[in-house]
C-alpha cells in the first residue's frame, strides 16, 4: 500500500517555456502532499507543503509565482515549474502522508528529471 | 537545520548486518527518530521509527539509547540492493509535519 506515482518520469524542455509535474497517491487519500528538489550529490530540499483545497506554504527562497502548485483533489497534486530556464534543471519529487498519528511517514514518488535546454 | 548527525559513508560487506549510527543529541520527549533511504536515482523510501523502544519491522531494526541522543539502524542481512543513501531525521513538530533531509550516510554493500 501507499504507493506514489509521478508523470512524466523524465521531461525536456525549452528554455521559457512551462512544464507540469503530476503526483498522485493511488491507493490512499492524501491530506498532505510535499514537493522536493534535488540537485546532484546533493540532498533533498523541500519547496513547498500542499494540503488539499488550500494554497500552498512554500519555503524560504522558493518563488511562490514560479514554481506554481495546486492540490485539488485528496488524490493529486501538481507542480508547474513557469518559465523554465537551465538553472530549474533538477530531480523534482512529491510525497503524501495519510496524517494523523502517521503524518511524519511519507511516500514518495519516483521522481520527475527536468532538463531545461 | 538538521537536528541529526550521521556519517557521511559507511562501507558492508553483503550478508553482513550494517549498522548505521545516527546522534540526534537535542531530541526532546516527544521527537520521534524516523529513518528513510533513498537508492540513486529514486524517490526516498520510508523504512522505521521510533520514540524510545526498540523496534523492528521487515525491512530493519531501530535501537535506541536509553537517553535517546542516539540511534542505531540495524540492516540484518544486508544485500547489494540495499546500497543506498539513509537518512535519520528528527521531525519538527511544531506547524506543517514536514521532514527536513541531511546528508545522510552513503552505505554501500560489497559483494
Known amino acids: 500500500g501507499a504507493v506514489v506515482s509521478q508523470h512524466p518520469s523524465r521531461v525536456i524542455c525549452k528554455s521559457g517555456t512551462s512544464v507540469k509535474i503530476e503526483c498522485r497517491s493511488l491507493?490512499?487519500?492524501?491530506?498532505?502532499m510535499f514537493w522536493y528538489r534535488q540537485f546532484p550529490k546533493q540532498s533533498l530540499m523541500l519547496m513547498a507543503t500542499?494540503?488539499?483545497?488550500?494554497?500552498?506554504?512554500?519555503e524560504q527562497g522558493v518563488e511562490k509565482d514560479k514554481f506554481l502548485i495546486n492540490h485539488a483533489s485528496l488524490t493529486l497534486s501538481t507542480l508547474t515549474v513557469t518559465s523554465a530556464h537551465p538553472e530549474d534543471s533538477s530531480f523534482y519529487i512529491c510525497?503524501?502522508?495519510?496524517?494523523?498519528?502517521?503524518?511524519?511517514?511519507?511516500?514518495f514518488g519516483p521522481g520527475t528529471r527536468l532538463t531545461v535546454t | 537545520d538538521a537536528k541529526t548527525t550521521q556519517p557521511p559513508s559507511m562501507d558492508c560487506a553483503e550478508g553482513r548486518a550494517a549498522n548505521l549510527p545516527c546522534n540526534h543529541s537535542?531530541?526532546?520527549?516527544?521527537?520521534?527518530v524516523y529513518w528513510y533511504r533513498q537508492i540513486h536515482s529514486q524517490g526516498p523510501q520510508y523504512i522505521i521509527h521510533?520514540?524510545?523502544n526498540n523496534e523492528t519491522n521487515e525491512m530493519a531494526s531501530l535501537i535506541i539509547t536509553e537517553d535517546r541522543k542516539s540511534s542505531t539502524l540495524i540492516l540484518p542481512h544486508a544485500t547489494l540492493r540495499d546500497t543506498a543513501v539513509y537518512y535519520c531525521?528528527?521531525?519538527?513538530?511544531?506547524?506543517?509535519?514536514?521532514?527536513?533531509f541531511g546528508q545522510g550516510t552513503r552505505l554501500t554493500i560489497n559483494p
Open positions: 510525497s503524501a502522508t495519510l496524517g494523523g498519528l502517521r503524518r511524519y511517514e511519507q511516500y
Open positions: 491507493d490512499f487519500q492524501a491530506t498532505t
Open positions: 500542499s494540503n488539499e483545497g488550500s494554497k500552498a506554504t512554500y
Open positions: 537535542t531530541i526532546s520527549g516527544n521527537e520521534y
Open positions: 521510533g520514540l524510545k
Open positions: 531525521i528528527v521531525p519538527y513538530t511544531q506547524g506543517a509535519q514536514k521532514l527536513v
